[in-house]
């Protein structure tokens, strides 16, 4: 079983930086397409951004494509969410979750392994 943990949120005012981490334990995880997912108030959860094993190739949703970037360092067993230019609609709580695939695009529900959440406020 992967066990993943978050860390790095905060509250940040608009037009600020932060930089997520999520530490993965458990089951070798390096094989699979990894993600973060965010749920602000009153929303459901969204896609945010996956990253794919040893190619590294990302992908992001429309609304933080520019100013997100994922990244991951296998041999520490870390996925990382770069956040600049954050908008006040960024304030959500945020997830890390690891793929039962190699492959990415291909939604939510590939998606069995999940972080406890981590919060990520702007506000001024």
């Known amino acids: 079983e992967v066990h993943l943990a978050e860390s790095g949120g905060g509250s940040v005012q608009p037009g600020g930086s932060l930089r997520l981490s999520c530490a993965v334990s458990?089951?070798?995880?390096?094989?699979?397409?990894m993600g973060w997912f965010r749920q602000g108030p009153g929303t459901e959860r969204e896609w945010v951004a996956e990253?794919?094993?040893?190619?590294?190739?990302?992908f992001y949703s429309d609304s933080v494509k520019g100013r997100f970037n994922i990244s991951r360092d296998n041999a520490k067993n870390t996925v990382y969410l770069e956040m600049n230019t954050l908008k006040p609609e960024d304030t959500a709580m945020y997830y890390c979750?690891?793929?039962?695939?190699?492959?990415?695009?291909?939604?939510?529900?590939?998606?069995?392994?999940w972080g406890q959440g981590i919060q990520v406020t702007v506000s001024s």
């Open positions: 979750a690891a793929s039962i695939l190699r492959s990415c695009g291909f939604g939510e529900s590939v998606y069995k392994n």
């Open positions: 458990g089951d070798t995880y390096s094989g699979n397409c």
């Open positions: 990253i794919s094993p040893s190619s590294g190739r990302t």
